[in-house]
């Protein structure tokens, strides 16, 4: 029903950036929330960032300041702009779709790898 794909993850040094992107297709709702999420190898799928359809943002403590998370309506998609990256930065990161009743939505990206090292 809903597909997200996601691109621009990659190999950086530490003090770094990069941007990803997440792009929505199919039968999409009239209002969604966006978010990115990471998960670490042994570690758990925890929240990096989320965006409202109201461009109301939210983000986790250790990238505030850092992450900027932004979205393009009209193209369905999702960015991630990630800058002074640090290696505890380094996990597979994964875009969701959430509808209103959902948090989080239901919906993933396949992931896309950041590795942030020296």
């Known amino acids: 029903q809903v597909q997200l794909v996601e691109s621009g993850g990659g190999l950086v040094r530490p003090g770094g950036s990069l941007r990803l992107s997440c792009t929505v297709s199919?039968?999409?709702?009239?209002?969604?929330?966006m978010g990115w999420y990471r998960q670490a190898p042994g570690q758990q799928r925890e929240l990096v960032a989320t965006?409202?359809?109201?461009?109301?943002?939210n983000y986790k403590d250790s990238v505030k300041g850092r992450f900027t998370i932004s979205r393009d309506n009209a193209k369905n998609t999702a960015y991630l702009q990630m800058n002074d990256l640090k290696p505890e930065d380094t996990a597979v990161y994964y875009c969701?779709?959430?509808?209103?009743?959902?948090?989080?939505?239901?919906?993933w990206g396949q992931g896309t790898q950041v590795t942030v090292s020296s």
């Open positions: 969701n779709y959430g509808r209103p009743w959902e948090r989080p939505g239901v919906y």
């Open positions: 199919g039968n999409i709702y009239s209002a969604y929330t």
């Open positions: 965006i409202t359809d109201s461009r109301i943002t």
